[in-house]
């Protein structure tokens, strides 16, 4: 009874995916360790050169619209909600009357929640000039 465990049929299987685990994250921290160590760290300079006749090169901030991930993250929601009713159109003559009142009532859902992001202007395009 105490070698139960490791007769399993899936127990190789199961330290395989340990094991690679733990190789995957050894190697990440060990490629990160390296590259921190080797990264030349006095490129900024260059980067702020002019090149050739440019104009003169200016530091601007990163500035991305919290816009455009409020945007991205409603496709995906929606994207995800749609996907679920593929399951329902291939079993819709066995779910009957009943599975399509379920799946009117989704749409009917995913509707609002279209509505309400389209009133909080969700889905409006802002500049971020």
């Given at each position: 009874m105490t070698h139960m465990a490791v007769e399993h049929p899936y127990f190789g299987a199961f330290m395989l995916l340990l094991i690679t685990f733990g190789a995957f994250g050894l190697t990440l921290f060990a490629a990160r360790f390296v590259s921190r160590k080797l990264a030349r760290l006095d490129t900024e300079k260059l980067k702020l050169t002019i090149y050739e006749c440019g104009p003169e090169v200016t530091k601007q901030p990163?500035?991305?619209?919290?816009?455009?991930?409020?945007?991205?993250?409603?496709?995906?929601?929606?994207?995800?909600?749609?996907?679920?009713?593929?399951?329902w159109a291939i079993d819709f003559k066995v779910l009957g009357w009943f599975g399509f009142a379920e799946m009117i009532l989704f749409i009917l859902l995913l509707a609002i929640g279209f509505i309400y992001a389209w009133k909080k202007g969700a889905l409006e395009w802002h500049s971020i000039k």
């Open positions: 990163n500035t991305i619209s919290a816009q455009f991930y409020l945007f991205a993250l409603l496709f995906i929601l929606f994207d995800v909600e749609i996907i679920f009713m593929f399951p």
